[in-house]
């Protein structure tokens, strides 16, 4: 009983301590809407180049292969002059202008080799290689439509999965794990070091209360916190319509979202008390969340990465944090629930069990 | 007479400052790690390439079957391997692979005898990004393959052009950027810490005591960080000139311009530091803006290729400005619209800006006993 009321001052002392500071207040909630912002924007352009299309032939079969780059979900297509495009191209407002010519309806009747031209503006393989993936794409949709297409051969696909899920869906939920991450981290373990560094931690460790309520109670007030940055995210997300969980598995998600916040809240705690000063804290949080967020998929899907990469996202927690989440709000699934919860568990009981060493080789000076 | 003093103001101010942090070897330890580390993490990634990983499974291994393969892998969009359909199917169900790619056992002979072929096709639809890539990447390798096994009847192709001499590898261009993210993530860090430490150790009452004009002390500030931060700025750019394997093309530009935007990001920490007061408010409010800002600067490629929002934005942010004065330095390539002295004039914009601004914020503070 005494332990819960100890917990719970402080639980309430870290908060009040928060509260009381509206830049704290403005750093932990800012940086999400930031975020989403910058998802929202950049997710629209994913894929999809800004080019000029110039077309010197009016016969049917220029004017189908001009419909079908309009219609293209690899390019954002400007009509222009000749002129016109190559001052696009030269004031970098396209990457890439793409010529149909004169005689393209003559040579393709004629059997005759019969080039589109493509002008890239190479600055890098990334974008180069997409453009020259997607001409010679809408070219085959261009043979397809023919009534009497050569290429004769034709794509049975099957998914893998029930539903597409969009790029910014599925970008939203490394980017939440990554703010539960930076909020749980950095500002758990900031708030631990503090308390060593204001020597505020003697007057904790002189009263008596057992080291594991005194971290369970800095990790759960860090907690809170991280919850608040999470649910900045899901009510962004459910606003907007990009994310809504619903039935069971939505109390599934917010259940996993609570418990990887329990988890890096931990790990925040456990590093705060370790180092017990700002800057190591720092160093070590910021890097921290910055390989979590990476191993976890956030900037590239880890089947992309190099194998011994993968091994290594095997053993972070974010990693079966957003594999979690993607089963519970994108497919409906409880797909290796047991494991990914059991990881995040293991991790908070483990943090707890480093946060509570931390503190015993800790003497009061 | 006043300009050498405010000039001994600033250096006092700056020697202060690096007295301070040579001890604390964490602060180095600080802002050497994290560009590092944000460089090893942005490398790994760039060399993921955007390469589907897919499986094919080979129930023909006839001429035009291979001839298939071969065009698959010149695609730009596959890295692939020939296995088994067991393995396949264990590999797209475990998420190691992204497609499964089937090439049925007639093949070659309904090919050759002119009848229709099906090509099965398994999906991973994890999202639509990677999804659509593998949708347009088949059928971009058909018609290859078609182009290149009967050349008469695929008469359609693709000639390109390309404006810059040569290709900018993918990892060379990503690293630049990642330079311009690692001086503008610790320039704003270290600067906050130092301005909020000052408030903190209360040290901040002798500075507003003393009868120094307040633009000086920040100045001081700004050069002592700057001073502080070269040395792992200077190792993070000789790892991206030496191990990545980018050339600066105009090396004395980006030598001036490293020190200017590192001016710039010290002044908007600086900044920061003294309207929070507080490392533990200063610090995640640095990163957490500054990493959402990289996104939006144009890191990948040119920010306005990103459609009109995208590229509005970014015209407030002071890394697009780096970013493409950077690439010109180390390119010799124009990537966004503004030209290299517009680039040099906004930052010096910002870091004019954000100094007036902290001397601003400094003169109104009031000493509290």
């Not at chain 1, 204001?198 to 800095?218: C, F, W, Y």
């Not at chain 2, 006839?62 to 698959?72: D, E």
């Not at chain 2, 490629?301 to 890394?319: D, K, Q």
Request: charge should be neutral; include cysteine; aromatic fraction near 8%.
């Amino acid at each position: 009983m005494s332990a819960a009321r100890a917990v719970l001052a402080l639980i309430r002392k870290d908060i009040a301590i928060w509260v009381r500071q509206p830049p704290a207040i403005a750093a932990t909630v800012l940086p999400p809407i930031v975020f989403m912002i910058v998802i929202f924007v950049a997710s629209a352009a994913v894929g999809r180049n800004p080019v000029a299309l110039v077309v010197l032939d009016d016969g049917p079969h220029g004017q189908k292969l001009s419909s079908i780059l309009q219609s293209s979900d690899a390019f954002r297509v400007q009509m222009a002059s000749a002129d016109d495009a190559q001052n696009l191209l030269d004031n970098l407002q396209v990457a890439a202008v793409i010529t149909i010519p004169s005689d393209f309806d003559a040579r393709f009747d004629s059997g005759q080799p019969d080039p589109v031209t493509i002008r890239i503006n190479n600055l890098n393989l990334d974008f180069t290689n997409d453009l020259r993936r997607s001409l010679p794409a809408a070219i085959t949709r261009f043979y397809a439509q023919q009534s009497q297409s050569p290429v004769d051969m034709t794509v049975q696909e099957t998914d893998l999965r029930s539903q597409d899920v969009s790029i910014l869906q599925f970008l939203l939920i490394p980017n939440l794990v990554l703010m539960v991450t930076v909020a749980g981290i950095v500002n758990c373990g900031l708030a631990t070091a503090r308390e060593f560094e204001d020597v505020t931690i003697k007057e904790l460790l002189l009263s008596p209360i057992s080291r594991t309520t005194l971290i369970a109670g800095k990790l759960l007030a860090g907690w809170l916190t991280t919850l608040l940055v999470a649910g900045v995210v899901m009510a962004l997300g459910a606003l907007t319509g990009v994310l809504r969980p619903t039935g069971w598995y939505a109390s599934l998600a917010v259940g996993e979202i609570a418990l990887l916040a329990l988890a890096m809240a931990g790990l925040g705690a456990a590093v705060g008390a370790l180092l017990q000063r700002f800057i190591p804290t720092i160093a070590i949080g910021v890097n921290l969340s910055i390989y979590l967020f990476f191993l976890s998929g956030g900037i590239s899907v880890v089947a992309f990465l190099p194998d011994w990469v993968q091994t290594i996202a095997h053993f972070t927690p974010s990693y079966y944090g957003v594999h979690a989440l993607q089963m519970a709000i994108f497919y409906h699934s409880s797909e290796q629930l047991g494991r990914d919860l059991a990881v995040m568990l293991g991790t908070t009981v483990a943090t707890l069990v480093v946060g509570v060493l931390a503190l015993r080789r800790r003497a009061v000076a | 007479m006043s300009v050498a003093r405010d000039l001994r103001v600033i250096g006092a101010v700056a020697r202060n400052d690096i007295q301070v942090a040579l001890t604390d070897r964490l602060f180095f330890f600080v802002g050497l790690i994290i560009p590092l580390n944000f460089l090893f993490v942005f490398i790994l990634f760039a060399l993921s390439g955007g390469l589907a990983p897919t499986a094919i499974v080979m129930n023909d291994r006839g001429p035009l079957a291979q001839q298939f393969v071969s065009a698959m892998g010149n695609s730009h969009s596959f890295r692939i391997h020939v296995t088994d359909a067991a393995q396949a199917q264990r590999q797209i169900e475990a998420g190691d692979i992204v497609a499964v790619v089937t090439i049925p056992q007639t093949f070659d002979d309904d090919l050759q005898a002119g009848r229709r072929v099906e090509l099965p096709v398994l999906v991973n639809n994890l999202q639509t990004d990677f999804t659509n890539d593998i949708r347009r990447a088949v059928p971009l390798a058909i018609t290859s393959f078609y182009a290149s096994a009967f050349p008469n009847q695929v008469v359609v192709q693709a000639r390109e052009v390309d404006v810059q001499a040569q290709d900018t590898d993918y990892v060379p261009y990503l690293a630049v950027s990642v330079v311009v993210a690692a001086v503008l993530i610790t320039g704003i860090l270290q600067g906050s810490i130092v301005a909020a430490r000052e408030y903190e150790s209360n040290t901040i009452k002798e500075l507003m005591l003393s009868p120094a004009p307040r633009w000086a002390l920040a100045a001081g500030k700004v050069v002592g960080t700057v001073i502080l931060n070269a040395g792992a700025i200077a190792v993070v750019t000789g790892v991206v000139v030496l191990l990545v394997g980018a050339r600066p093309v105009h090396p004395l530009e980006l030598a001036g311009l490293a020190l200017l935007t590192m001016a710039a990001a010290v002044s908007i920490g600086i900044l920061a530091g003294s309207l929070l007061k507080r490392r533990q408010a200063a610090i995640p409010l640095s990163i957490g803006l500054t990493l959402p800002l990289f996104f939006v600067s144009g890191p990948f490629g040119p920010a306005n290729w990103l459609g009109p929002v995208g590229g509005f934005i970014a015209l407030f942010s002071p890394m697009f400005y780096a970013i493409e004065a950077f690439q010109h330095a180390f390119h010799g390539y124009q990537t966004a619209p503004p030209s290299l002295a517009t680039d040099v004039l906004v930052l010096v914009g910002f870091a004019a800006a954000s100094m007036l601004a902290s001397s601003w914020v400094l003169s109104r503070a009031r000493v509290a006993h």
